[in-house]
């Protein structure tokens, strides 16, 4: 079972076909994300519009290093921030479930993940962050099927979840901290070596393999991959069979850790649209509303004028 995923040519064209799947599609998940931050429903349905909108207006922009999903989630989650903010201008708690006040993973990597930004990086270093990103991508699908689950756990917990090696050791009760220690080290010897095997982009292996002496630089780089590339978030699919209880225990403990420890916004929100998914209550309404301004924005656009800018 692969995600559907849009043809971003059609999304430049402003081909409202192409739209409207793209709001059938991702409706559900980005309204679960919404929830879980903003009480109010009426209020929540015109967050999840603007995101729509706010795509069609920085679709120009978007990078294909990261998934389209990211790049909703992106625009997605500094909506819920700027709704938050005018909410609430004395307290600013951006980026946290209602539920729980502890941090969660997307308040580790920097504030403002719009594609402006993105966009205003340099090249070499927008180059030099992707190369991390698919390496520590590489490094996290070999340890999955190789079904080393408690060594992505401990290194999801080290990187993605910023745990220190105490903590590490202590709650995930394994036999002392130097177990950790020698994850981590092979963990980051893995990684030079998948980046040497890479053996092109001579510079940028450069660049790669400092961040990966300095220990320092080192942790700050790979979380930000970790993160921003998502490179542990597992597929839809299975996140519903985590939900089904049809996992084996493996792929269950690193998926159960990534939901329930890293709490890791975009899995939740995923798993939470599938929960709502199983009792049928549908999005047609939202969806009819939404897509008759999608097309109206569309229109403008496709018109050649200046449009609806923000
Ligand atoms: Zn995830």
Known sequence: MSEWTPDIARLVAFDDAEWLAVERAFCGRLLAYVARRIP????????????????VRGIQLYDPAYTFEQFLFGICRNRVIDHQRRQKPTALGGGRDEDDARPSVEDLVSDDETPSRIARRNDLEREGSRVLRELVRQWVQETWSQGEFQRLIV??????????????????????????????????????????????????????????????GLDLDLKTAWVEGRASCPARHWLARQLAGTLPEGPASFVRFHLEDVRCPWCRANLDDLERMEDERGLAPLLERMGQSTIQLLRSRSLGGPGAVR
């Open 40 to 55: 109010d429903r009426d209020a929540r349905e015109d967050v999840v519009q603007e995101v729509f909108l706010g795509a």
């Open 155 to 216: 290194v999801e917990a080290l990187f993605a979840a910023g745990w220190r090696n105490r903590d590490v050791w202590t709650r995930l009760g394994l036999r002392d901290e130097s177990t950790v220690a020698g994850i981590k080290f092979r963990a980051l010897k893995r990684l030079r070596e998948i980046a040497l095997e890479r053996g092109s982009e001579r510079e940028l292996l450069a660049q790669v393999g400092t961040a990966l002496d300095e220990e320092q």
